[in-house]
T-cell receptor, first 116, second 111 residues
């Protein structure tokens, strides 16, 4: 149980275009989902907290207009990288909590974004 | 906020030996400590977790110990196997707060 599906697993796009990444909780409802960015050989950096039915909460230094997050339902959150540039190339990972406080976080398998 | 430090950053062990990874945290109110295993090109996978009302938890070859007084917790892997090779992350969490991850430990099990 508690499976998080992330799509696509990898994507290559040209500078200036936008890319949408989907995160789905397959067998549970997730009121809150989280989006992370991970650089090579580094830890996960929280970008934003996605709340169903309300605006996402962004971490300091993360551009909300560049990284658009939509949490349209209890099982789906999307991250759109707008006007992508090569420096946006990274590994993006989502996670969701299956229950309330203290419940385990379950992660998707990540999306490798390459901007050419 | 919470700050989690993790050591060592890299660890090489011979197959069959034990591996220990340690983490310290700063927020004494943290009450949940998961460990994640991340293989190359994949998302982190929860392998074991412990809550603050427990001192030790074991699941087959994997165990986690927690010392609340010293504010540190450790991951123990016994009888290591090549498939244990991965990056391991510890994390700390209090209530609804966001998870704070350690910096990661790259474990290499040498056959």
């Amino acid at each position: 149980g508690a499976v998080v599906s992330q799509h696509p697993s990898w994507v290559i796009c040209k500078s200036g275009t936008s890319v949408k990444i989907e995160c789905r909780s397959l067998d549970f409802q997730a009121t809150t989902m989280f989006w992370y960015r991970q650089f090579p050989k580094q830890s996960l950096m929280l970008m934003a907290t996605s709340n169903e039915g309300s605006k996402a909460t962004y971490e300091q230094g993360v551009e909300k207009d560049k990284f658009l997050i939509n949490h349209a339902s209890l099982t789906l959150s999307t991250l759109t990288v707008t006007s992508a540039h090569p420096e946006d190339s990274s590994f993006y990972i989502c996670s969701a909590r299956a229950g309330q406080t203290g419940s385990p976080l379950h992660f998707g398998n990540g999306t490798r974004l390459t901007v050419t | 906020g919470e700050n989690v430090e993790q050591h060592p950053s890299t660890l090489s062990v011979q197959e069959g030996d034990s591996a220990v990874i340690k983490c310290t945290y700063s927020d004494s109110a943290s009450n949940y400590f998961p460990w994640y295993k991340q293989e190359l090109g994949k998302g982190p996978q929860l392998i074991i977790d412990i809550r603050s009302n427990v001192g030790e938890k074991k699941d087959q070859r994997i165990a986690v110990t927690l010392n609340k007084t010293a504010k540190h917790f450790s991951l123990h892997i016994t009888e290591t196997q090549p498939e244990d090779s991965a990056v391991y992350f510890c994390a700390g969490l209090r209530g609804y707060q966001k998870v704070t991850f350690g910096t990661g430990t790259k474990l290499q099990v040498i056959p």
